[in-house]
């Protein structure tokens, strides 16, 4: 099994693994969400160069999904991923 992130043009989604511990759990999120997050007002964003620019953010909420008891894999949201407000 490769642990490379890719689009997977049938769901229309980005698809990763998150390491955590000694595993690595599968995650997903829709190019949609990675759009509407990241780059609202462009018209040829890339799925995957979003993603890269920001895994560290996404790869982040996929362990807060984790933490309050999401099972792999994790498919994130538009809430999961948006601005968060202080």
Same mark, same amino acid.
């Given at each position: 099994?490769?642990?490379?992130? $890719?689009?997977?043009?049938?769901?229309?989604? /980005?698809? $990763?693994? /998150?390491?955590?511990?000694?595993?690595?759990?599968?995650?997903?999120?829709?190019?949609?969400?990675?759009? @509407?997050? @990241?780059?609202?007002?462009?018209?040829?964003?890339?799925?995957?160069?979003? @993603?890269?620019?920001?895994?560290?953010?996404?790869?982040?909420?996929?362990?807060?999904?984790?933490?309050?008891?999401?099972?792999?894999? /994790?498919?994130?949201?538009?809430?999961?991923?948006?601005?968060?407000?202080?």
């Amino acid at each position: 099994m490769t642990t490379e992130s $890719f689009f997977h043009e049938g769901s229309g989604t /980005v698809r $990763f693994w /998150v390491p955590l511990g000694q595993v690595l759990v599968g995650a997903m999120v829709k190019k949609e969400t990675l759009h @509407y997050r @990241y780059h609202a007002l462009q018209t040829n964003d890339d799925p995957m160069e979003t @993603y890269r620019e920001n895994t560290a953010e996404i790869h982040e909420a996929v362990r807060r999904r984790l933490a309050s008891g999401s099972l792999e894999p /994790v498919m994130l949201r538009d809430a999961d991923i948006e601005v968060r407000r202080s």
